[in-house]
């Protein structure tokens, strides 16, 4: 019988700690919320391995160091509405949901969607909304946003997630090729995008109008 507690205190511990991540909520979250649940049934006893994994469709769950520094940028403290755009597992939200008001996501392929919300909602989460949508486009309805994060490589920054974005608010998203990408946060003052590189990424493709055609 795997001890997944311990395997999470042991994964902020040593892949977390030692890569600068500072944040305590963020570290809270990701030695709570139970990332093998989100996982496919054979990859459970791996959930917390330093690195992503496939959960078919094409789709990954993340790093979960990748998860953190993600998070982090967005410098959450409690009362954000957040968009999400790629909820693949539904782990990526369920950390955002801790550290957020209200979580907005958005999922192209409609049985990750699914699945996710299963699982979201069997482990009691009720600040997190769904939508099957192309994810390029946000979540217009229900924007402006504090914090924006997405989980797949966009070749530009899409136009309506920059429009989506409140006054202060951060965007955190990688961009670039197929084989690799800039993490990139972009934070907007006086109606002015500034940009900072995190480091180098490699995500799968935003597939949307504003990203990468199927």
Known sequence: MI???A?????????????????TRVLQAM??????????????PYAYDDTAFSIGSGQTISQ???VALMTE?????????????GTGSGYQAAILARLSSVVYTVERIESLMTTARDVLDDL?????????FDGTLGWNEKAPYDAIVVTAAAPVVPKPLLEQLKENGRLVLPVGDQYGQ?????????????????????????????????
């Open 64 to 66: 979960p160091y990748i």
């Open 31 to 44: 030695g709570e919320v139970p990332r093998e649940r989100f996982m496919p049934e054979q990859m459970k």
């Open 73 to 85: 940028a967005l410098e959450l403290k409690g009362t954000e509405k957040a968009l999400e755009i």
């Open 3 to 5: 001890d997944y507690s």
């Open 182 to 214: 800039d993490l990139i946060k972009i934070t907007k003052k006086d109606a002015i995008f500034y940009e900072k590189n995190l480091g180098g990424v490699i995500f799968v493709k935003l597939i949307g109008e504003y990203g990468w055609s199927k």
């Open 7 to 23: 395997a999470r205190e042991s994964m902020v511990r040593t892949q977390l700690l030692p890569r600068g991540i500072k944040d």
């Open 124 to 132: 009691g989460y009720r600040n997190i909304f769904f939508k099957v």
